[in-house]
């Protein structure tokens, strides 16, 4: 009877905001999170590992339920899974690709079974979470069988010495400030904080960060009223209709560019409130700034000023989906050295965040021209960096607002410019979107490598000696950032 009256009170609502019933779900969910940390900080904090292990595990458990019913089953039998071959093999390389190989497959298999031609908040939601963090923790157990002195710093820190308990992965699996949409965390940050080693250093007692988490969590609730409103103004939908073809091309890519920047703005709302319940509980703790005040920035999903001021495509990137960025860095792009080619690692890397993101054309299509788009903003940034005199023109005071503008222009537009594959999905909405602008942008980026090529005997042609030079520059450059890295 309750469930029937719950579910009857979800419709309706949904249906009073312009959303699905399963997005209402989710949401409510996302909101959940809090009165579940304060409950933990008033009840749970403190106790032994294992009991704070099974609340985290039952509280996942039964938000799970509540959004897919028995679909839970399938986080479970991943996890159990994983968790026997952690047993039998952890720490070794077959583990390692039979955990990536099982956990992507699974995944994608899921995609291929459930996909309709839109965007559906299904069990897959919180399973390709999930994907990532199992993977990452058979990871984390096989470097901590390596030699430490062979590990870089990044790997240091999440580095396991031997395989959690069955307890411990549950909990770590099911937290419900990461469980249904993140962020990702590793099981080290997990343990260090059941552990007890980001509460409060003066009463020994719960963190202080209320204020830190429902800062938060208001900033998510703004961005989610402003995403609602925007896309009644700014649907997808309406970039295939009849009208948006009649517009002048420039109207169609402001269009795309304001649609764009509402598009994302969904993200970065539920980003932002569960992480405000990641807050409360403790586990986003990461040390304190010059003035000794907390920081609770550990699981950031989103840097929201620079992603507001961005005016180059790596500055976007750079801010947005950060842990997933973060992830895909340091257990794919980072694993990749052997090939010996940085581009090679870069378009595996984009290849494999696109199959983690489903199996609709949309989202290779996205990836494919994020490629393009970030190594001509670096050949041109590279450029006018060894130009003095087109870099004192650019920084000139009566120039610098002209360019900044333009930059800003360019960069919302052409950051809506993918994302139409990204959300609008199906072959036949985004080949329609880009052949009524004329396929503008991928003109301009795939054809860039050849004229930066034509530029570079022409134009820019250099002296051989500074080539040379600039070479050597560069080199010592790339040493030095490995080195760091390392």
Not at 413 to 425: D, H, N, Q
Request: proline share 4%.
């Amino acid at each position: 009877m309750a469930s029937g009256l719950m579910d009857g009170f979800i419709a309706s609502f949904a249906e009073k905001v312009g959303a699905t019933v399963p997005a209402i779900r989710l949401f409510s969910s996302l909101l959940l999170g809090y009165p579940l940390a304060f409950i933990y900080r008033n009840f749970i904090f403190g106790k032994p590992s294992n009991v704070q292990h099974v609340f985290f595990a039952l509280c996942g458990l039964w938000l799970c339920y509540f959004n897919f019913g028995f679909n839970v089953l399938h986080s479970i039998a991943n996890i159990v899974v994983i968790y026997a071959l952690l047993l039998a093999i952890g720490g070794t390389q077959l583990s390692v690709a039979l955990a990536f190989i099982f956990n992507l497959g699974y995944l994608v298999a899921a995609y291929y079974f459930t996909a309709t031609d839109g965007y559906d908040i299904r069990w897959t939601t919180p399973h390709c979470v999930l994907c990532l963090r199992l993977t990452g923790l058979v990871f984390d157990v096989y470097d901590g069988r390596k030699d430490r002195k062979s590990l870089s710093s990044d790997q240091q820190s999440t580095a396991l010495d031997t395989v959690p308990s069955p307890l411990e992965v549950l909990g770590y699996s099911y937290h419900f400030g990461g469980f249904m949409t993140g962020p990702q965390f590793p099981l080290k940050r997990y343990r260090g904080f059941v552990e007890g080693a980001f509460g409060n250093k003066q009463t020994g007692g719960p963190p202080a960060s209320i204020i830190p988490g429902m800062r938060r969590l208001s900033l998510g609730v703004v961005y989610i009223a402003v995403y609602q409103v925007g896309h009644q103004f700014f649907p997808g939908l309406y970039m295939v209709g009849d009208e948006f073809a009649s517009l002048h091309l420039w109207q169609k890519l402001l269009y795309i560019g304001i649609w764009g920047k509402f598009a994302l703005y969904k993200y970065i709302a539920v980003w932002m409130i569960v992480e405000g319940a990641c807050i409360l509980t403790g586990l986003t703790y990461n040390g304190t700034d010059q003035n000794g005040n907390d920081l609770w920035d550990g699981c950031i999903n989103v840097k929201l000023v620079k992603f507001e001021t961005a005016t180059t495509f790596q500055e976007k990137i750079d801010s947005f989906n950060l842990n997933t960025n973060l992830w895909m860095l340091k257990y794919v792009y980072k694993r990749l050295r052997f090939l010996g080619h940085k581009e090679i690692s870069q378009a595996v890397t984009l290849f494999t965040l696109a199959v983690w993101h489903g199996i609709h054309s949309g989202y290779y299509m996205n990836f494919a021209l994020e490629f393009p788009i970030v190594n001509m903003e670096k050949d041109i940034q590279r450029e006018v960096d060894r130009n003095p005199t087109l870099k004192r023109l650019c920084n000139h005071p009566l120039v610098y607002p002209v360019h900044w503008v333009f930059r800003k222009m360019f960069v919302e537009v052409f950051l809506g410019y993918p994302l139409i594959g990204f959300v609008l999905l199906t072959y036949e909405r985004w080949y329609k979107i880009y052949s009524e602008v004329y396929w503008c942008g991928h003109i301009l980026f795939f054809s860039w490598p050849l004229v930066y090529m034509l530029l570079k005997a022409t134009v820019l042609k250099r002296p051989k000696a500074k080539v040379e030079k600039d070479a050597q520059m560069q080199q010592k450059l790339v040493d030095a950032k490995v080195e760091k890295t390392d």
